[in-house]
């Protein structure tokens, strides 16, 4: 089910390195997938350094979505200045469905907005939008019981089975 976290902290350099600093972020939501943690709706701090990321200090990212790295789930890479750390990425969700409303991980792992759902494959990670129109309006009510997913949606409740969203006949 989708959690909400306080606090989640970040290792802006690789382990073992010197460089970079930790710096804490906020993500509303978050889940397992396979060996990642997936870190979405992100707030980063004030203290974030700026020369390692494309990300501005003390800025809220509706719509990111940030895969942890394989060797830690609690290591998540800056692209710009540890390009060569695999594992780790931050992805940007289109601003379409507005920002991000829950999150479900497993052996699946489906973000949710309200008026869209995408999918997280990988590696290497991709988000595919699987639903247009349809998304939560309550991260409270995503739960999985045997390989569907089930929310409720702003139409009513709605599953995902198969890869496919639809309503709850």
Same mark, same amino acid.
């Given at each position: ?8 902290? #970040? ?91 829950? #999150? ?6 489906? #973000? ?24 939560? #309006? ?32």
């Amino acid at each position: 089910a989708a959690t909400e976290a306080d606090v989640l902290v #970040i290792t802006t350099a690789p382990t073992g390195s010197t460089a970079g600093a930790t710096a804490d972020i906020k993500a509303r939501f978050v889940a397992t997938y396979k060996e990642h943690l997936v870190a979405a709706y992100v707030k980063m701090a004030a203290n974030y350094p700026a020369s390692n990321t494309i990300f501005a200090s003390g800025s809220i990212y509706e719509s990111l979505v940030w895969v942890s790295m394989t060797d830690n789930i609690r290591r998540f890479a800056s692209p710009v200045a540890h390009p060569e750390v695999r594992g780790s990425v931050p992805l940007q969700l289109l601003d379409d469905g507005g920002p991000i409303t829950g #999150i479900i991980g497993g052996e699946e792992c489906y #973000i949710f907005k309200e008026l869209a759902v995408y999918r997280l494959v990988g590696p290497p990670f991709d988000l595919v939008r699987i639903s247009k129109d349809i998304g939560t #309006i309550s991260p409270k009510s995503i739960v999985e019981v045997g390989g569907v997913v089930f929310f409720m949606s702003n139409r009513g409740p709605a599953m995902i089975d198969g890869g496919q969203v639809r309503p709850v006949a």
